[in-house]
């Protein structure tokens, strides 16, 4: 490049040529134009920033190599042209030309500006990044700006990391909207679990003790004690949702007391006594005569009371059931075992789980419930900062053990008072009354009907099955395998019948989901072997997990063979056509 004669094409300078040359332009000594384009050079040639030496109309007059190679362009490509016509701004929008433009106009007027610009700098000039880009004038000595240098820094990876930053904060704007219509949801939920549904279900109780106060008829009695047992069950579902709710969200709180834990245990236990004693159990408590702490009467009452009704619910007659409760220095522990068919060690970790109603909730016989009994356990023992765990019981049963801090009082001792004692009492008899009804219900069920879950698409068949069961079972009918395997959870039948055309689920693929599904372990799996070749034939049927194979082909008789031999015969015997 020539300027006045001269050509500027030293890019490396000692440093003292460079010191003399930055003294001169200081004492405006040879301040021409030139000596500030060769101070200019000097500044921008040591440097690996985008920088580019323009005249005052904006025209390319020198540039570094690294704005070269950062473009993919070579120098005579640009020299000469306006900034905003060369590569690297080659389309990238009018409306940045346009700023450009008026940034250069700003520049030669004597203004330094600063802005981001979007210009091809990455991958040789392929990729658009971004530049911090200052345009500064530099004046001649009669203050007429001769030259403008314009450098710009890479701030392409910052640029990324505010976008994405921008469009998290937009994510987690619309997360705090929707949490927000949550929590609005969950108020509203909460009003009516307390308002709308407790307060008719207390009443429903509450008026079927008058009435079976006074009742003499056995049926009526049998029928509102069915009606009793349906409320309680309502209602302390009710009352654990609402529990589950307030620990979800931090929001359940422990009225803490300094109070004796052995009390609270002896007097749950005490309430459970006439039930035991009826059912020819005997309960064995033993507990130190005082063990002070500080903790929530109501609460650990209701622990107490759900791990007792738990294991009176599951110990058969003449069984046994433990409760013991022993302090140390800073921590109690509280046990309840049972003599009766134990806790199979597959349930262990899913014991404490919410809703585990099917095989009990624990994994025994089947009981009423929603499955929040144990659940609700484990929430109130983990507010007091204590520990629940399940084992096997010398007694053959399952044994529960709770762990919980004395909570030695600070500073002021705070007394229970008398309205929570009686909330911890009514609680208890709460579970107690749901146990005892619902353990009468069970036994005034001498013979309890059967449930036949079937699914068979061909015209009649399911007809003729139907028909020679009659009245002897409850039966559901499928349209198919899907609904077949839904209805078996919910339902738990006695047996599922599955037929030769099950829908878009083949009958061996039935079959397998039946055999391998936890919850179904105690339903009979009945196959129905068709005629066709394309029929799945009685081995394979077997080998998919039927457990009795019948002909398809037998008309109204099937239904009672059917019948006959799905209420005889043994898991393990598979039947052939």
Same mark, same amino acid.
């Given at each position: 490049?020539?300027?006045?004669?001269?050509?500027?094409?030293?890019?490396?300078?000692?440093?003292?040529?460079?010191?003399?040359?930055?003294?001169?332009?200081?004492?405006?000594?040879?301040?021409?134009?030139?000596?500030?384009?060769?101070?200019?050079?000097?500044?921008?040639?040591?440097?690996?920033?985008?920088?580019?030496?323009?005249?005052?109309?904006?025209?390319?007059?020198?540039?570094?190599?690294?704005?070269?190679?950062?473009?993919?362009?070579?120098?005579?490509?640009?020299?000469?042209?306006?900034?905003?016509?060369?590569?690297?701004?080659?389309?990238?929008?009018?409306?940045?030309?346009?700023?450009?433009?008026?940034?250069?106009?700003?520049?030669?007027?004597?203004?330094?500006?600063?802005?981001?610009?979007?210009?091809?700098?990455?991958?040789?000039?392929?990729?658009?990044?971004?530049?911090?880009?200052?345009?500064?004038?530099?004046?001649?000595?009669?203050?007429?700006?001769?030259?403008?240098?314009?450098?710009?820094?890479?701030?392409?990876?910052?640029?990324?990391?505010?976008?994405?930053?921008?469009?998290?904060?937009?994510?987690?704007?619309?997360?705090?909207?929707?949490?927000?219509?949550?929590?609005?949801?969950?108020?509203?939920?909460?009003?009516?679990?307390?308002?709308?549904?407790?307060?008719?279900?207390?009443?429903?109780?509450?008026?079927?003790? !008058?009435?079976?106060?006074?009742?003499?008829?056995?049926?009526?009695?049998? !029928?509102?004690?069915?009606?009793?047992?349906?409320?309680?069950?309502?209602?302390?579902?009710?009352?654990?949702?609402?529990?589950?709710?307030?620990?979800?969200?931090?929001?359940?709180?422990?009225?803490?007391?300094?109070?004796?834990?052995?009390?609270?245990?002896?007097?749950?236990?005490? !309430?459970?006594?006439?039930?035991?004693?009826?059912?020819?159990?005997?309960?064995?408590?033993?507990?130190?005569?005082?063990?002070?702490?500080?903790?929530?009467?109501?609460?650990?009452?209701?622990?107490?009371?759900?791990?007792?009704?738990?294991?009176?619910?599951?110990?058969?007659e003449a069984g046994t059931v433990?409760?013991?409760?022993?302090?140390?220095?800073?921590?109690?522990?509280?046990?309840?075992?049972?003599?009766?068919?134990?806790?199979?060690?597959?349930?262990?970790?899913?014991?404490?789980?919410?809703?585990?109603?099917?095989?009990?909730?624990?994994?025994?016989?089947?009981?009423?419930?929603?499955?929040?009994?144990?659940?609700?356990?484990?929430?109130?023992?983990?507010?007091?900062?204590?520990?629940?765990?399940?084992?096997?019981?010398?007694?053959?049963?399952?044994?529960?053990?709770?762990?919980?801090?004395?909570?030695?009082?600070?500073?002021?001792?705070?007394?229970?008072?008398?309205?929570?004692h009686a909330a911890?009492?009514?609680?208890?008899?709460?579970?107690?009354?749901?146990?005892?009804?619902?353990?009468?219900?069970?036994?005034?069920?001498?013979?309890?009907?059967?449930?036949?879950?079937?699914?068979?698409?061909?015209?009649? &068949?399911?007809?003729?099955?139907?028909?020679?069961?009659?009245?002897?079972?409850?039966?559901?009918?499928?349209?198919?395998?899907?609904?077949?395997?839904?209805?078996?959870?919910?339902? &738990?039948?006695?047996?599922?019948?599955?037929?030769?055309?099950?829908?878009?689920?083949?009958?061996?693929?039935?079959?397998?989901?039946?055999?391998?599904?936890?919850?179904?372990?105690?339903?009979?799996?009945?196959?129905?072997?068709?005629?066709?070749?394309?029929?799945?034939?009685?081995?394979?049927?077997?080998?998919?997990?039927?457990?009795?194979?019948?002909?398809?082909?037998?008309?109204?008789?099937?239904?009672?063979?059917?019948?006959?031999?799905?209420?005889?015969?043994?898991?393990?015997?598979?039947?052939?056509?």
């Amino acid at each position: 490049m020539t300027l006045h004669g001269r050509r500027l094409d030293h890019w490396t300078t000692s440093l003292d040529a460079i010191e003399a040359l930055r003294e001169r332009y200081e004492r405006g000594t040879e301040g021409d134009a030139q000596t500030r384009a060769l101070m200019a050079q000097v500044l921008h040639a040591k440097s690996s920033s985008f920088i580019l030496l323009l005249d005052d109309r904006g025209h390319v007059l020198d540039v570094n190599p690294a704005a070269l190679i950062a473009g993919g362009v070579d120098r005579s490509e640009v020299i000469g042209l306006p900034l905003w016509t060369t590569a690297w701004w080659t389309g990238v929008g009018e409306g940045t030309v346009t700023w450009l433009r008026e940034a250069v106009t700003a520049a030669a007027s004597g203004r330094f500006t600063r802005f981001d610009a979007d210009l091809h700098v990455e991958n040789g000039g392929e990729s658009i990044g971004t530049l911090d880009l200052t345009l500064r004038p530099l004046r001649a000595r009669d203050g007429r700006v001769a030259f403008i240098v314009a450098e710009g820094r890479q701030i392409t990876d910052r640029k990324r990391v505010e976008q994405r930053l921008e469009r998290q904060n937009a994510e987690l704007s619309a997360l705090t909207r929707r949490l927000a219509r949550v929590h609005d949801y969950r108020e509203r939920l909460l009003g009516e679990l307390s308002h709308d549904l407790r307060a008719p279900l207390q009443v429903v109780v509450t008026r079927s003790d !008058q009435v079976l106060h006074t009742a003499k008829d056995a049926d009526l009695r049998a !029928q509102l004690g069915s009606i009793r047992l349906a409320a309680l069950s309502a209602l302390e579902q009710v009352n654990d949702m609402l529990e589950q709710v307030k620990a979800d969200h931090g929001e359940a709180q422990l009225a803490l007391v300094d109070a004796d834990l052995a009390g609270a245990v002896r007097t749950v236990a005490e !309430q459970f006594e006439p039930l035991a004693l009826d059912r020819g159990i005997d309960l064995v408590v033993n507990t130190p005569d005082d063990v002070r702490a500080r903790f929530d009467v109501e609460r650990v009452s209701r622990i107490v009371s759900n791990l007792l009704a738990n294991a009176i619910r599951h110990t058969p007659e003449a069984g046994t059931v433990r409760v013991e409760l022993t302090a140390g220095d800073t921590v109690a522990a509280l046990v309840v075992a049972d003599s009766g068919p134990g806790i199979p060690p597959e349930h262990h970790n899913r014991v404490f789980g919410r809703f585990r109603s099917g095989l009990s909730g624990d994994g025994r016989a089947p009981g009423a419930g929603a499955g929040l009994g144990l659940a609700i356990v484990r929430e109130f023992v983990e507010l007091h900062g204590g520990d629940v765990s399940l084992g096997e019981a010398e007694e053959g049963g399952a044994l529960f053990t709770v762990t919980l801090p004395l909570r030695p009082p600070d500073g002021e001792r705070i007394p229970a008072t008398l309205a929570q004692h009686a909330a911890a009492a009514q609680r208890t008899e709460f579970v107690r009354s749901q146990l005892e009804v619902e353990l009468l219900s069970a036994e005034a069920v001498a013979e309890p009907v059967p449930t036949v879950v079937i699914v068979e698409r061909v015209p009649g &068949r399911a007809d003729a099955v139907l028909a020679g069961i009659g009245d002897s079972a409850v039966t559901a009918v499928a349209d198919d395998g899907l609904e077949a395997l839904r209805l078996a959870v919910e339902l &738990r039948p006695d047996a599922v019948v599955v037929g030769t055309s099950t829908g878009d689920m083949a009958s061996t693929s039935l079959l397998r989901r039946l055999a391998a599904d936890e919850r179904l372990t105690r339903v009979r799996r009945v196959a129905l072997a068709g005629e066709r070749e394309a029929d799945p034939t009685p081995e394979d049927l077997i080998l998919a997990g039927a457990q009795l194979v019948l002909p398809a082909s037998a008309g109204e008789e099937l239904g009672s063979r059917l019948w006959a031999a799905a209420t005889t015969a043994e898991n393990s015997g598979l039947t052939r056509p």
